[in-house]
C-alpha cells in the first residue's frame, strides 16, 4: 500500500496530522492543498488522505475547491481526518456529499481534536490542557493507521444531532462572508514590516503595502497570519492582544513556509 496525503494547514495542527498519519503508515508522501495547480497528474498511492482543520463548522472552501481535481477512481481508498477544537459538527458528512457528486466515495471520515486555533474567542486554554489534546490525537493517529492500511469501510464522524443542525446551518448562513471576514484584522506598533503573514497565508490573501499587510478580502479564516506573526503585531477584532498565540508545538515557522502556494519548497 502507497498513500498520497493532501493537507491544508493554517497554524500547523493539520501539517502535523498529517506528517503522522504518514509515519505510522508507511511509504507515503504529503502534499499542502494550498501548493496544488489545475489538476493531479502525479497520484500514484492506492490510499488518498485529505487532512484539514474544520472552519465554521465545516469544510473550508479551498478543500471544496480541491475535490474537484481528485481523480475518480474506484481502485483508490478515500479517507478523510477533520481537525478541530472540539466540535466536528456535520463536517464530515458535508465532505462526503460534496465527494459523492463527483462520482468519489469517501470510505471512512475521522474527527481528530487538537488545540484550538481561534483566538478571537481566546484560543487553546492552558498549555497542560492543550498538550494532553495533542497526546490523545496522536493516540487516535494510530488507530486511524490501522484502519486504513485495512481499508476499512465505515460511517464518517460527526457531532450529536443538535450540533449537526445548528452548527452546519450557521456554516451555511457564514459561507459567502467569510472571505470578507478579514476586515478585523489590524497591525499594532509592533509591526516591523517582517512580511511573514504574507508569505505563510494560503490565501494569498495579504499584500504588504507601506510596510504593513493589507487584506484582499479572500480570506478562509485560517488565522495563519496572526498566529504567526514573530512579533504578535497582527490583531484580530479588539481582544487578541489579550490572548497567547498559539501554532502546533511540532512544526516550525520554515515547514509552515514551505507549504506556502508562493514556496518553491516541499514540507518536511
Not at 69 to 76: C, E, F, G, H, T
Not at 218 to 232: D, F, S, V
Request: proline share 6%.
Amino acid at each position: 500500500m502507497s498513500a498520497d496525503i493532501y493537507f491544508y494547514s493554517g497554524t500547523g495542527n493539520s501539517l502535523w496530522a498529517a506528517r503522522r498519519l504518514a509515519e505510522e503508515l508507511g511509504d507515503s508522501a504529503v502534499h499542502p492543498i494550498a501548493k496544488t495547480g489545475k489538476g493531479l497528474t502525479d497520484i500514484s498511492g492506492t490510499v488518498i488522505g485529505l487532512v484539514f482543520p474544520v472552519h465554521i463548522w465545516g469544510v473550508p472552501r479551498r478543500v471544496l475547491q480541491f475535490i474537484d481535481l481528485l481523480p475518480v477512481d474506484p481502485s483508490k481508498y478515500y479517507f478523510a481526518v477533520a481537525v478541530n477544537g472540539g466540535q466536528v459538527a456535520a463536517t464530515l458528512v458535508q465532505l462526503k456529499k460534496a465527494m459523492a457528486k463527483r462520482g468519489i466515495t469517501l470510505s471512512a471520515g475521522y474527527d481528530l481534536v487538537t488545540p484550538s486555533n481561534y483566538i478571537p474567542w481566546g484560543g487553546p486554554g492552558p498549555e497542560e490542557k492543550w498538550k494532553a489534546k495533542i497526546s490523545r490525537a496522536d493516540e487516535k493517529i494510530k488507530r486511524i493507521t490501522v484502519e486504513v492500511s485495512q481499508r476499512k469501510v465505515s460511517a464518517v464522524e460527526k457531532g450529536p444531532l443538535w450540533q449537526n443542525i445548528l452548527f452546519s446551518g450557521l456554516y451555511k448562513m457564514s459561507f459567502s462572508h467569510v472571505a470578507e471576514m478579514d476586515k478585523s484584522f489590524h497591525t499594532d506598533e509592533k509591526c516591523n514590516s517582517c512580511g511573514v503573514c504574507e508569505k505563510i497565508c494560503p490565501a494569498e490573501n495579504i499584500d504588504m503595502t507601506g510596510g504593513r499587510p493589507v487584506w484582499k478580502h479572500r480570506c478562509e479564516q485560517c488565522l495563519a497570519c496572526i498566529q504567526w506573526c514573530p512579533r504578535e503585531a497582527i490583531q484580530y477584532g479588539k481582544k487578541t492582544h489579550l490572548y497567547k498565540r498559539y501554532h502546533h508545538p511540532d512544526v516550525t515557522l520554515s515547514q509552515m513556509l514551505a507549504c506556502a502556494p508562493g514556496s518553491g519548497k516541499q514540507p518536511e
